[in-house]
């Protein structure tokens, strides 16, 4: 009878080429035939799209989407930029932006970022760059 055992990996880089093998070790501690190796290749982190930007009072709502908001069971945190400059960073899918000047013109993009555990370290990957909003006051 055949038996079927899977291993599964959770502790890889995004979007990364890997190699794995096997070898067989019975209960004496003889080790078998190391298999011939499979590359795999780990899926790309989700890309961000700034949808809208909604004016209010000295006020504008920031909006953005992404295909799944996580990775691995991780979340992705978003870095929003005014005019270029870093803002703030949030969870969620907006942000509002309070005591603005109505008489200027402003522009945003968002970056998201995620945390994940490579091969038992944490560390920080960035997804793209969204696409820029020009809000033009009237």
């Known amino acids: 009878s055949v038996s079927t055992n899977v291993y599964l990996d959770t502790q890889l880089a995004p979007n990364s080429t890997n190699q794995h093998a096997v070898q067989a070790v019975n209960a004496e501690g003889a ?3 190391i298999s011939e190796s499979v590359l795999s290749t780990t899926s790309p982190l989700s890309t961000v799209t ?4 909604v004016v209010g009072q000295g ?3 920031v909006m953005w989407s992404m295909e799944d908001y996580q990775y ?3 979340n992705y945190i978003f870095d929003i930029y ?3 400059e870093y803002l ?8 509002v932006v309070n005591n603005l000047d109505s008489d200027q ?3 945003f993009y968002v970056i998201p970022r995620i945390f994940l555990t490579v091969d038992g370290v944490q560390e920080e990957f960035s997804s793209n ?3 820029e909003i020009l809000e033009l006051q009237e």
């Open 59 to 61: 006020q504008l709502q």
């Open 105 to 107: 013109d402003y522009c």
């Open 72 to 74: 691995n069971d991780a």
């Open 129 to 131: 760059q969204s696409n």
């Open 50 to 53: 700034l949808d809208s930007v």
């Open 31 to 33: 080790s078998g035939l």
């Open 88 to 95: 703030i960073t949030r969870y969620g899918t907006s942000h």
């Open 82 to 84: 005014m005019d270029g």
